[in-house]
């Protein structure tokens, strides 16, 4: 039974006993859903509700002899045994054996489904991250989002959500004049000109463009510019791409800001938020009037010499975003970007959506690296791929998974190459391996996941396993509704934590030439649930699940 079972029948009971007049209760107040919670003491029972001391002055009693009305329907759910009331009124209960065992079953049954659900069906989310200027490789200041804004993206699919990942190509504007400058001097032997960029990748990239158009120096500047700055992007953005695919992040969109220009979307824009009564001139400059919406002041849209501001390309395309269906936007920004969130808000607002609902913005904390070093390419920062080269994609994904975005975080690369119980994710990947390896040794045995008696898993580690193998989708629904990855990466080392437990105390395959019982052949169930879902959990954060370390 999962926690989400017994909710649905606590609820049952309770209708129930509203319908018969046990409770005075009007149906509308009974939750479709009941909270259930592990009991910090496990002896209390093996799940718990305080839905009468919440219900309870409504019905117009207290919560003891609401709790008391109750627990009687909850002893007739099939595969409780035991209902027990607590304090002023918590219902501590306790389930069979055989209905905690059957869960193992269903979990390799439904293999990589197994903590899927419906929470988000029916939302159409657009996710924007990352969305680096093309005139660099990644670095470490992109790493978090890269980790967490894909994860994200996953646990909300894994809710039912429909999802798209966008990644916003900041390629319009003065950044890729000077981008193109600093290819076009190291081309030609001379220094980077002064605000440009450093490094051999711009040398690097300079290579490139000769490649792709060898009369490139033949030309002159006026004419060489344009040629070096569309195949200069194009091969940084080849590399940009790259990095991502080697850290495991998949994009369905990477979205032109170039193109909003080129197809008029600007001035589009200006002229819908004007139909809306929120543009005014001022000063010879066309502006938003983002205060009526929370905005500290207003925004410029057009300056005085006809100039579009990037705000105005923000609003153009959050509008983009608007007419593409996506009835919720999520951007995930960097820390120096809380300014952004009211005038995003605003620009959400100033377009006829609700800013409580159709626009959210998150905020990541920096994250360094002890004894990181600098890019040997780029000079003056720390490349992603350089992280990944060191570190290994999953032990950055997966460090970088366990922390709340919001709280600044420093890795420990010593940690992080340690093959010891020490380093969170070898501890959950080794679980995983470890779980592969003793069903391989089952199945040497003779061993096969044939008869399956859920009542033979009545032992103390099987109990607490499987209660962490349970609560597993209420975790993902969490994750996804809170837009926190992490939650999902903590559980997975309770659940390691569990498995080896388990392992130690209990034999999948028999002792020497003992005969295969049905308990082994159970037990290897519930080994083959462990490894289901490591690995369904690992895949939500974008990291391997081993078959062997």
């Known amino acids: 039974m999962t926690p989400e079972e017994l909710s649905l029948a606590i609820s049952a009971c309770l209708k129930d006993a509203v319908d018969a007049g046990e409770i005075a209760l009007s149906s509308s107040a009974v939750p479709d859903e009941v909270r259930v919670e592990r009991p910090k003491n496990r002896d209390h029972g093996d799940w718990a ?38 304090g002023p009124g918590f219902l501590n209960i306790t389930v069979d054996a055989a209905t905690a065992g059957a869960l193992a079953r269903v979990i390799v049954e439904a293999g990589h489904q197994y903590g899927t659900n419906n929470a988000l069906a029916g939302h159409t989310v657009n996710m924007e991250f990352v969305s680096a200027n093309p005139t660099g490789p990644l670095h470490i200041g992109h790493t978090r989002w890269a980790a967490l804004g894909d994860s994200i993206a996953r646990v909300l699919r894994a ?7 966008e990644y916003y190509i900041n390629d319009a504007g003065s950044q890729m004049n000077v981008f193109a400058n600093s290819v076009y001097s190291r081309l030609h032997g001379l220094p980077v000109p002064d605000g440009g960029y450093p490094g051999q990748y711009i040398a690097d990239l300079g290579h490139e463009v000769l490649t792709e ?7 002159t500047e006026v004419a060489a510019l344009p040629v070096i700055r ?4 194009k091969a940084q953005m080849k590399d940009i791409k790259a990095t991502l695919a080697d850290f495991g992040v998949e994009f369905d969109v990477f979205f032109s800001e170039q193109e909003l220009h080129d197809a008029g979307a600007i001035e ?13 001139d001022d000063g010879g400059a066309v502006w938003l009037r983002t205060t009526d919406f929370g905005d500290d002041k207003d925004r410029v849209m057009i300056r005085a010499n006809g100039e579009p501001t990037y705000f105005a390309a923000d609003a153009a395309y959050y509008l983009s975003k608007k007419d593409r269906g996506f009835t919720e936007k999520i951007y995930l920004l960097g820390a120096d970007h809380h300014g952004y969130i009211n005038r995003l808000k605003a620009i959400a607002a100033c377009a006829g959506d609700d800013p409580e609902v159709n626009i959210e913005v998150l905020i990541g904390q920096l994250v360094s690296v002890n004894g990181a070093k600098l890019s040997k390419r780029a000079g003056n920062i720390i490349e992603l791929k350089d992280l990944i080269d060191w570190l290994g994609k999953d032990a950055v994904r997966y460090s970088l998974a366990r922390f709340p975005a919001d709280s600044p975080l420093t890795l420990d690369p010593e940690l992080l190459k340690k093959h010891s119980n020490e ?6 990947q080794y679980a995983h391996a470890r779980s592969r390896g003793a069903a391989r040794n089952a199945v040497d045995a003779g061993v096969e996941r044939s008869a399956f008696d859920a009542s033979l898993l009545d032992h103390a580690t099987e109990n607490e396993l499987l209660s962490y193998l349970g609560s597993y ?6 994750a996804a509704e809170l837009r926190e990855p992490h939650r999902v990466a903590r559980h997975l080392e309770t659940i390691a934590g569990a498995y080896h437990r388990w392992y130690d105390a209990c034999r999948i395959a028999p002792m020497g030439d003992e005969a295969v019982t049905d308990v082994n052949r159970t037990r290897l169930w519930l080994n083959d649930a462990t490894s ?4 369904n959990g690992l895949d939500l954060l974008g990291v391997s699940a081993p078959e062997r370390m």
């Open 532 to 535: 289901q879902v490591l690995a």
């Open 213 to 219: 158009h060898p009369d490139i120096r033949e030309l």
């Open 49 to 86: 509700t305080n839905i009468a001391l919440q219900l309870a002055k409504q019905a117009g009693t207290n919560p003891r002899e609401f709790a008391t009305v109750l627990s009687a329907r909850l002893k007739s759910i099939d595969g409780v045994s035991a209902v027990d009331i607590a």
């Open 230 to 233: 569309a195949a200069a992007y």
């Open 473 to 478: 989708p209420s975790i993902v629904a969490k």
């Open 423 to 428: 380093n969170p994710v070898f501890y959950v």
């Open 159 to 165: 809710s039912g959500a429909d999802v798209t990942a």
């Open 268 to 280: 589009s824009a200006v002229a819908r938020l004007r139909e809306q009564g929120h543009v005014f």
